[in-house]
């Protein structure tokens, strides 16, 4: 697929992209931000692209790994002392607050508030899985390990781990958005 002929498809491929980041993070800024980095990604892969065909399908995966990969990212940016505020179910106290100043985690209370609201809708879906999903679902989107590392330790065949994390995936997706509206 040439440069001229993405640039063609792409509009619409934002639509889906910006779609699904609503869904997952529940507001524009962040659907945005899965359209832009879904966008970038599939342009990487422009040269595999068939001209011609919907990539529809294509797009929809992307922006869901791209959802995956913003709340890494954000989890990782933020210091321990911000880990353990939004693990903690109670307000926060001046003490916490004044720490999470002081490490310069770069997230406004705003961010702060939204991303303890989202971790405890995502801990409450969680606990809506079978203990089987939950401990796969676990260890490959929470721990982030590989498959071959879960199969080596769970001795479960990759592709059934692989089936099961999504359909425990699907089945977080689905409780968040209920938790949510």
């Known amino acids: 697929m040439t440069q001229e002929e993405f640039e063609h498809i792409a509009p619409g491929l934002r639509e889906l992209m910006c779609s699904v980041g609503r869904g997952f993070f529940g507001n524009d800024d962040d659907a945005e931000d899965v359209a832009q980095e879904g966008l970038v990604a599939l342009l990487r892969f422009i040269d595999r692209m068939e001209p011609g065909i919907r990539h529809d399908a294509l797009a929809i995966r992307v922006a869901k790994h791209c959802c995956i990969d913003m709340v890494r990212k954000r989890k990782a940016r933020n210091s321990a002392v911000f880990s353990h505020?939004?693990?903690?179910?109670?307000?926060?106290?001046?003490?916490?607050?004044?720490?999470?100043?002081?490490t310069d985690v770069g997230a406004s209370p705003h961010e702060v508030l939204e991303a303890k609201e989202?971790?405890?809708?995502?801990?409450?879906?969680?606990?809506h899985l079978k203990p089987s999903e939950r401990r796969l679902f676990e260890m490959r989107q929470i721990e982030g390990?590989?498959?071959?590392?879960?199969?080596?330790r769970t001795q479960i065949a990759k592709p059934s781990i692989k089936s099961i994390v999504s359909a425990a995936r699907k089945k977080v997706f689905e409780e968040i958005k209920r938790l949510r509206t």
């Open 85 to 102: 505020a939004l693990n903690n179910t109670s307000q926060f106290d001046d003490f916490a607050v004044s720490r999470l100043r002081e």
């Open 118 to 127: 989202l971790h405890e809708a995502v801990g409450k879906a969680v606990e």
């Open 145 to 152: 390990l590989e498959l071959d590392e879960i199969a080596k």
